[in-house]
């Protein structure tokens, strides 16, 4: 009798918590711009930015652009990288926001976890603090992954912490929807 009672509680139960278990998803672009797409979809989507500059183009794979906001923080810059003029990692370089890279860094991982979950791997070494998320993806044969960093060097010339979004160097696959910041 109690059986009867309690499995309908407890599939309940399971089912209103199992969302909270699933494994995060991975990102499929950078700031809007879908993985694959071509520079000049890059420069389109970075341009419809507010306050985003495109500043050039370097060694014909490297995209820079000034200003504009990620994840409501200043961006310093961000630099699309390309391979067969097809987007595959993107570096968004934060504005310093805090006398400290420490609380900077802390401050943009926990709105990583908050999405992704906790880092794969967390690391400090020789003045770098580093925390990276990994996603294997179908059809792809290197993982996604998000590269949280920041080093004394970069800190002591003005950039603040760096948030690096790769698809990997697998082929890069058609454009999709585009995701969100962070």
Do not use: C
């Not at 995060?24 to 700031?31: K, N, R």
């Not at 900077?104 to 906790?118: T, V």
């Not at 603090?129 to 998000?146: C, E, H, L, M």
Request: charge should be positive; charged fraction near 25%.
């Amino acid at each position: 009798m109690i059986r009867r009672r309690l499995l309908p509680v407890i599939l309940a139960v399971m089912a209103a918590t199992a969302p909270a278990f699933a494994a995060p998803v991975a990102p499929d672009g950078v700031l809007g711009i879908p993985w694959g797409s071509s520079k000049e979809k890059v420069k389109e989507v970075m341009s419809a930015r507010a306050d985003v500059i495109f500043d050039h183009e370097e060694a014909g794979r490297l995209l820079w652009f000034k200003g504009g906001d990620f994840a409501g923080r200043r961006m310093m810059f961000f630099v699309g990288a390309t391979k067969d003029d097809k987007i595959y990692q993107g570096d968004v370089v934060l504005v310093q926001q805090y006398g400290s890279q420490q609380a900077q860094f802390e401050e943009i991982k926990k709105m990583l976890i908050a999405k992704y979950g906790p880092p794969n791997s967390e690391g400090h070494h020789e003045g770098e603090i580093k925390a990276a998320w990994s996603f294997r993806v179908a059809n792809q044969k290197d993982p996604t992954q998000i590269t949280l960093f920041s080093n004394e060097r970069r800190w002591k010339i003005g950039w603040g912490v760096t948030v690096r979004y790769s698809m990997g160097l697998a082929d890069a696959p058609p454009p999709s929807a585009p995701s969100k910041d962070l």
